[in-house]
T-cell receptor, first 121, second 113 residues
Framework: GAVVSQHPSRVICKSGTSVKIECRSLDFQATTMFWYRQFPKQSLMLMATSNEGSKATYEQGVEKDKFLINHASLTLSTLTVTSAHPEDSSFYIC?????????????????FGPGTRLTVL | AQSVTQLDSQVPVFEEAPVELRCNYSSSVSVYLFWYVQYPNQGLQLLLKYLSGSTLVESINGFEAEFNKSQTSFHLRKPSVHISDTAEYFCAVSDQGAQKLVFGQGTRLTINP
């Protein structure tokens, strides 16, 4: 139980194009999902908190018009990197918060997706 | 704001030796603590967590961590490591359950045969 999937696992795109990344909670409902960015050999940086049915909350310094987040259902959040540039190349990881008891670790836990490696040429 | 410090960026140990990965956090009235493990090119997997109750928490693969409020620490330990434990380990803290985790810098654990 408590599995989070991400699609695609890796994507290569040309500069100026937009890329959409999907994050799904497979066996639990998540009213809250999170998007992180991880640079090589560094820690995770929270980009935004995605709340089902409402606007995402972005961390300071993250451009909301560049990183569009949509949390259309209790099991799906999407991150769209608009007009991507080489500096947007990174490992993007999503997580979903399970506040119930469906996960193996019990209550109130964030479960992470496997990540999406974005390379912008 | 919460902050987490993982004092060791890299920890090399021999197989079957004990290991401790250190984690300190900034003090808060209420705190929730997590250890996650990341294998190469993968996302994070929850190793163990402290939300309340017993200060000693254990994982299914032999790791344990102890919440020490007076020292604001949540060090991760394993009495005997295996090659398969080679990974990056992240300590994280939140003051709102599993909402808005703040991560430490990570510790790369390398197991040598």
């Amino acid at each position: 139980g408590a599995v989070v999937s991400q699609h695609p696992s890796r994507v290569i795109c040309k500069s100026g194009t937009s890329v959409k990344i999907e994050c799904r909670s497979l066996d639990f409902q998540a009213t809250t999902m999170f998007w992180y960015r991880q640079f090589p050999k560094q820690s995770l940086m929270l980009m935004a908190t995605s709340n089902e049915g409402s606007k995402a909350t972005y961390e300071q310094g993250v451009e909301k018009d560049k990183f569009l987040i949509n949390h259309a259902s209790l099991t799906l959040s999407t991150l769209t990197v608009t007009s991507a540039h080489p500096e947007d190349s990174s490992f993007y990881i999503c997580s979903a918060r399970d506040i119930g008891t469906s996960g193996p670790a019990g209550t109130d836990t964030q479960y992470f997706g496997p990540g999406t490696r974005l390379t912008v040429l | 704001a919460q902050s987490v410090t993982q004092l060791d960026s890299q920890v090399p140990v021999f197989e079957e030796a004990p290991v401790e990965l250190r984690c300190n956090y900034s003090s808060s009235v209420s705190v929730y603590l997590f250890w996650y493990v990341q294998y190469p090119n993968q996302g994070l997997q929850l190793l163990l967590k402290y939300l309340s109750g017993s200060t000693l928490v254990e994982s299914i693969n032999g790791f344990e961590a102890e919440f020490n409020k007076s020292q604001t620490s949540f060090h991760l330990r394993k009495p005997s490591v295996h090659i398969s434990d080679t990974a990056e380990y992240f300590c994280a803290v939140s003051d709102q359950g599993a909402q808005k985790l703040v991560f430490g810098q990570g510790t790369r654990l390398t197991i040598n045969p």
